[in-house]
């Protein structure tokens, strides 16, 4: 065993590693990945893997005393009788905008003086900090001490967008974060509900928003859509040109069209920049598909959630009829994504816009027949749209050492993509400051007029 004085040794040689870690808040389960530029072989990003696997459930368990994170009913049986909280992430919005029933679709257990999705949302995101500090520490073999996070919150575009809801995931983001610094790991993933409270009450007294500037916001938190966009952009395998994305997670979809825009640099056409021409999301997602599934197959609707992942297998027996309505509703999101996109192109890009190609994302993208409502164009032409998934990023793989299977990345493009500093991530353009494009009166001239 080294003595004390070699490991003091070891840490003053060493140099402390800045690390970037991405934190993909889901509603059904975390996606944990982190950036090390000064890798042995360059700059990696690693899938952070806990029991062995990179989906961390989102969901947790209350004892009645304790709070147990990182676990799921399915997975963790042995934990006996205990109260589930689900979707949690979907459950603060419910409790900041009072819109009960608008945004989450499975059971919430009835605790007299429980926890709130809030302070669930707070814990859990200092649960993952710890878990992937312990994950970063191992992966390199450096004591705490030497390595500093940054850490990035991805959230719905819908809720970046709602001030209030973005004010409210700041405040978890950074209190998670304030938490991890004064108490460190969660032992176990465990804690008592009136310490936990304590914690947080200690912990609240943050400056608000207003003190942060944009950039370091979008450190902070960040749209989960633009971070999905990072390895679609960077990929060679891309082209510039005309795209949609659309992410179905479990608890929201996503669609917006976009542009990757070239410019012309050292002699050549180079993809510079992302144009957002349109986006929408809509809380309906898989866990509406399990709802729907659930009514169908007569489970009580409390187990409703116990679907998830199997979505796939259930609708190849039954069939579509159950999910028409959640189907047309996701449709419905894409086209209306596309209703503010299509004034805002010129005739030109109109005309490319017909073959946009689509990238699927989020545990949704693999069940085919959710891909099939997204064939067809917005604007109800014959031809099918190109359906694409997206390759693994070259430098990413898993802190096992084992490669990332393609059938992974619909899950982890988020947290990829937030391990990026904002000011890295290609220059990029709201819908709001694309204005309409300039229309002529005529679109072609008449040969007399010539
Ligand atoms: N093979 C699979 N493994 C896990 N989940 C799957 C699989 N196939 C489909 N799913 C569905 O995908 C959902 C998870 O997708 P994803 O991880 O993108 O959602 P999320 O990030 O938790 O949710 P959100 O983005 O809405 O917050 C699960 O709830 C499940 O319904
Ligand atoms: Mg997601």
Not at 133 to 154: D, I, N, Q, W, Y
Not at 351 to 369: K, M, Y
Not at 415 to 432: C, K, Q, V
Request: aromatic letters at 8%; one cysteine or more; a neutral charge.
């Amino acid at each position: 065993m080294p003595s004390a004085c070699c490991v003091c040794k070891r840490v003053y040689d060493m140099e402390r590693r800045f690390i970037r870690l991405g934190i993909d808040y889901g509603t059904s389960t975390s996606k944990l990945v982190f950036r090390d530029p000064k890798a042995q072989d360059g700059e990696k990003a690693y899938v952070i893997l806990r029991e062995g696997a990179f989906r961390i459930p989102s969901s947790v368990a209350y004892t009645g005393q304790e709070l147990i994170f990182g676990s799921s009913p399915e997975q963790h049986t042995d934990l006996g009788k205990v109260a589930w909280f689900q979707s949690v992430k979907m459950r603060v919005a419910e409790e900041v905008t009072g819109k009960y029933g608008r945004f989450c679709y499975g059971p919430w257990p009835n605790v007299s003086d429980g926890p709130s999705a809030n302070e669930l949302a707070v814990l859990s995101v200092w649960f993952l900090i710890g878990e992937a500090e312990k994950a970063v520490c191992h992966h390199l073999g450096f004591p705490k001490e030497m390595v500093s996070l940054s850490v990035t919150l991805g959230i719905p575009m819908k809720f970046f967008e709602n001030e209030m809801l973005r004010k409210e995931f700041l405040r978890i983001a950074r209190l998670a974060r304030r938490l991890h610094e004064k108490c460190g790991l969660l032992v176990d993933g465990r804690l008592g509900l009136a310490t936990a409270r304590e914690l947080i009450r200690q912990c609240s007294e943050l400056p608000d928003e207003m003190s942060v500037p944009d950039g370091d916001l979008r450190n902070l938190i960040r749209p989960e859509s633009e971070a999905a966009m990072c390895p679609t952009v960077k990929s060679p395998a891309v082209a510039e040109g005309p795209y949609a994305e659309v992410d179905i997670g479990a608890g929201t979809s996503h669609a917006t069209f976009f542009s990757i825009l070239p410019a012309f640099r050292h002699q050549r056409w180079l993809k510079d920049r992302l144009c957002f021409y349109g986006t929408r999301s809509e809380a309906v997602g898989m866990d509406a598909v399990d709802a729907a599934l659930a009514a169908r197959n007569h489970i009580p609707h409390e187990q409703s959630l116990l679907l998830r992942g199997h979505e796939r297998a259930e609708i190849d027996k039954i069939g579509t009829a159950a999910i028409e309505q959640i189907l047309q509703r996701i449709r419905e999101n894409y086209v209306l994504a596309w209703r503010p996109a299509a004034p805002k192109l010129s005739w030109a890009e109109r005309d490319r816009f017909r073959n946009h190609e689509v990238f699927l994302v989020g545990g949704g993208s693999l069940v085919p027949a959710i891909a099939r409502v997204l064939v067809t164009h917005p604007d109800g032409y014959d031809h099918e749209l190109r359906l694409r998934s997206l390759g693994v990023p070259s430098d990413l793989s898993r802190t096992d050492g084992r490669s990332i299977a393609r059938e992974d990345m619909p899950f982890l493009a988020v947290a990829y993509g937030l391990t990026y500093y904002a000011a890295e991530i290609p220059e990029t353009f709201t819908p709001d400051q694309v204005p309409p494009a300039p229309r002529p009166r005529k679109p072609r001239l008449d040969w007399e007029e010539m």
